[in-house]
């Protein structure tokens, strides 16, 4: 069974600094390209960082929102995936969901999110 | 960036018919390799997002046939027929074919 378990998220001022951190099982993780994907209070959805795998070069892509505060990154030896967030704003507060696609598909598995607050 | 206008906002429905939400781009969806990367998610009130549809009509593993999407191009459709209790929420239409990846800005499924 696939499991996906985001951590790491809490309280932080304007300016500050987290490191989201996502521990997966159930599945060759070397295999595939991993996600994260956000979402405001009450608010849609809003695709941030991907990590592709080793035969891609590990290649990452960011939205333009976030591209030069976040960065995305993966340690195959422990089937987890990262995000560490920077230069945070007070729209950066939400619940950030780390995902697996599957082929043809982007994001197949979810985690249960974790809750990052940007607020003085 | 690609544009994905869902319409309704919210869809009433009476439980046992069948519900209709439509999604549309902005540019056409067909990528250069000839696949359509459009999906469907649905999120259940207080939980995360779930995988319907991908590539515009095939259901992922373990959702009813009562889900069915439909399109081409720039104009996308998800029916949902019999509609159950736990269909309700919202769902989202999301494209993969043109950079950066975008969502639509979601549909409320709700009883009437």
């Known amino acids: 069974e696939v499991q996906i378990l985001e951590t790491g998220g809490g309280l932080v001022k304007p300016g500050g600094s987290l490191r989201l951190s996502c521990a997966t099982s159930?599945?060759?993780?070397?295999?595939?390209?991993m996600h994260w994907v956000r979402q405001a209070p009450g608010n849609g959805l809003e695709w941030v960082a991907e990590?592709?795998?080793?035969?891609?070069?590990?290649?990452?892509y960011y939205a333009a929102s976030v591209k030069g505060r976040f960065t995305i990154s993966r340690d195959d030896s422990k089937s987890s995936v990262y995000l560490q967030v920077s230069s945070l704003r007070a729209e950066d507060t939400a619940i950030y969901y780390c995902?697996?696609?599957?082929?043809?598909?982007?994001?197949?598995?979810w985690g249960q999110g974790t809750l990052v607050t940007v607020s003085s | 960036d690609v544009v994905l206008t869902q319409t309704p906002v919210a869809q009433p429905v009476t439980l046992g018919d069948q519900a209709s939400i439509s999604c549309r781009s902005s540019?056409?969806?067909?990528?250069?390799?000839?696949?359509?990367?459009l999906e469907w998610y649905l999120q259940k009130p207080g939980q995360s997002p779930q995988l319907l549809i991908f590539?515009?009509?095939n259901r992922f593993s373990g959702v009813p046939d009562r889900f069915i999407g439909s399109g081409s191009g720039s104009d996308f459709t998800l029916k949902i027929s019999r509609v159950e209790p736990e269909d309700l929420g919202v769902y989202y239409c999301?494209?993969?074919?043109?950079?950066?990846?975008?969502f639509g800005s979601g549909t409320k499924l709700e009883i009437k």
């Open positions: 995902t697996r696609g599957q082929p043809g598909a982007w994001f197949a598995y």
């Open positions: 159930g599945f060759n993780f070397n295999d595939y390209f």
């Open positions: 990590v592709r795998n080793k035969n891609n070069n590990y290649a990452t």
């Open positions: 540019q056409s969806l067909v990528h250069s390799n000839g696949n359509t990367y």
């Open positions: 590539k515009v009509s």
């Open positions: 999301f494209q993969a074919t043109h950079d950066p990846l975008t």
